[in-house]
């Protein structure tokens, strides 16, 4: 299973992006799929999962409100709408599948599949 993530960029605070994750392999329409990011002398933190479906979603607080995870298991794709950016978003954003669950997990451990994320930079 790949994953393969793209979309990152730099953007002023305010703005927006969107990162998208693309899986190869596997049987995407039954992987929880999950966003994380890491920033430069921190831990991978948890942004957002959603189910196989898609009509289930978890975020994580600081994303509430400004993130939005959506899939198409047509496209074997992932997506997140990052809108209302701030510097704090500045991180590297990777896209993880969990093939054990069906409800959207925000424990790392329970990912099985990672990509190599994707830079997103936001100036102030």
């Known amino acids: 299973v790949q994953l393969q993530a793209s979309g990152g960029g730099l953007v002023q605070a305010g703005g927006s992006l969107r990162v998208t994750c693309v899986v190869s392999?596997?049987?995407?329409?039954?992987?929880?799929m999950g966003w994380f990011r890491q920033a430069p002398g921190k831990e991978r933190e948890f942004v957002a999962a959603?189910?196989?479906?898609?009509?289930?979603?978890a975020y994580a607080d600081s994303a509430k409100g400004r993130f939005t995870i959506s899939r198409d298991n047509a496209k074997n794709m992932v997506s997140l709408q990052m809108n209302s950016l701030k510097p704090e978003d500045t991180a590297v954003y990777s896209c993880?599948?969990?093939?054990?669950?069906?409800?959207?997990?925000?424990?790392?451990?329970?990912?099985?599949?990672w990509g190599q994320g994707t830079q997103v930079t936001v100036s102030s």
């Open positions: 993880a599948a969990d093939k054990n669950n069906i409800v959207p997990t925000s424990r790392i451990a329970d990912y099985d599949y």
């Open positions: 392999g596997g049987n995407f329409r039954q992987y929880v």
């Open positions: 959603t189910g196989w479906s898609g009509r289930s979603t």
